[in-house]
């Protein structure tokens, strides 16, 4: 009985990169939801360690950011005995299905990607070949668990948009091959801004620190962070584009208390911004001192954190391998 229901269960993949500290926005765009879904789907959580290498990365600080985003998933409420958390390299497929997924991709589709595009303008002429062809490691990533759903914040979609046209267009040449996955971006919380530009993206690649909250942030420093954001003159906290910084922070906070924008906005009717900034600030201590704590305790054990990603491998690797091998042989290649 039990196994008649793993079977029917849909399929989820996601994974975020180990390329700097974790931001409050990845916490809410994706680590959160991820936590919700763990009952309900047969979920693969990966942690994309070849992507973060698409730009320079400090080898030891490599090491340490993959190993401290595994205990940040498990912090985070992942229960590693109904998911499946790994790290990409360990699964040679993924690099291997990539390689065939460019064979079937244009140039042109991957330099029309907005992320590619930005980081293009910051890097200029010594960026990587890895960037241009990022995205479509990333379609390899999920078409090789032949995702249903694939749980990201909007910033992912243009992605997951060349993700179903790459796999629609291999099923088309070479027969049905890859189940078509659907984003995934829930309501709220899903494009967390920057506290001090409120209309960019809250990001770990800024170069001002008080522009985003990182997961590890002590809860002094989220406080100082907060009560520095952005917000405006008028005064009332409405959720509005004419006031980007208050409507950010009012997002956040709807994200970690289950609050309506309407809701908020009835509570601090007449108020100004002062106690509505404070709430926000103990919100964000309130849900991340926990994940911290564990964090700490889980990055002394190391052993049982190795225990968890072998694991992990060994079974994304079953999976994985039979998708490949499928796509090598759909194409021509002969078999081992
Ligand atoms: P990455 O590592 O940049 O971000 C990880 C996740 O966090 C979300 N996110 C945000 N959500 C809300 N507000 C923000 N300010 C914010 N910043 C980041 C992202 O949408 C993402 O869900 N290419 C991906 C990683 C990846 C992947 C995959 C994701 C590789 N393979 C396969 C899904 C499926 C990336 O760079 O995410």
């Not at 293009?120 to 990333?138: F, R, T």
């Not at 564990?294 to 060994?314: H, P």
Request: glycine share 6%; proline share 4%.
């Amino acid at each position: 009985m039990e196994n008649n229901t793993e079977q029917i269960k849909k399929v989820i993949f996601s994974g975020i990169q180990p390329s700097g500290d974790l931001t409050l926005g990845n916490y809410l765009g994706a680590l959160k939801n991820w936590v919700k879904l763990q009952d309900d789907y047969d979920t693969f959580y990966c942690i994309v360690d070849l992507h973060a290498i698409t730009v320079k990365q400090e080898p030891k600080n490599l090491r340490r950011r993959t190993l401290e985003l595994l205990a940040i998933y498990i912090a985070a409420g992942i229960d590693p005995e109904k998911n499946t958390m790994f790290i990409q390299s360990h699964v040679p497929a993924h690099s291997e299905a990539a390689w065939l997924l460019n064979c079937n991709t244009y140039v042109g589709e991957l330099s029309r990607m907005t992320q590619y595009k930005d980081k293009s303008s910051k890097y200029g002429n010594s960026i990587s070949a890895g960037l241009l062809n990022y995205p479509v490691l990333m379609v390899a990533d999920i078409l090789l668990y032949q995702a249903d759903l694939v749980p990201v914040g909007k910033d992912q979609k243009q992605h997951l948009e060349l993700t179903r046209d790459i796999a629609d267009r291999f099923n088309k040449a070479y027969s049905h091959t890859f189940k078509i996955p659907e984003p995934y971006i829930p309501e709220n919380g899903t494009k967390i801004m920057d506290l001090q530009e409120p209309n960019k993206k809250m990001s770990k690649s800024s170069d001002n620190p008080n522009s985003f909250i990182l997961m590890m942030d002590p809860p002094d420093i989220i406080r100082k962070k907060i009560a520095r954001a952005v917000t405006d003159s008028i005064g009332e906290v409405k959720y509005s584009d004419e006031q980007p910084g208050v409507k950010n922070l009012m997002t956040i906070l709807g994200a970690l208390t289950g609050a309506s924008m309407e809701q908020l906005e009835q509570k601090y009717l007449g108020q100004g911004y002062a106690q509505f900034k404070k709430d926000v600030a103990e919100a964000i201590v309130a849900e991340l001192e926990p994940i911290q704590n564990k964090v700490k305790d889980l990055l002394e054990n190391k052993t049982y954190l190795e225990e968890i990603y072998k694991k992990g491998a060994e079974k994304a690797n079953y999976v994985a391998i039979k998708t490949l091998r499928k796509m090598q042989k759909k194409i021509g290649l002969i078999q081992k």
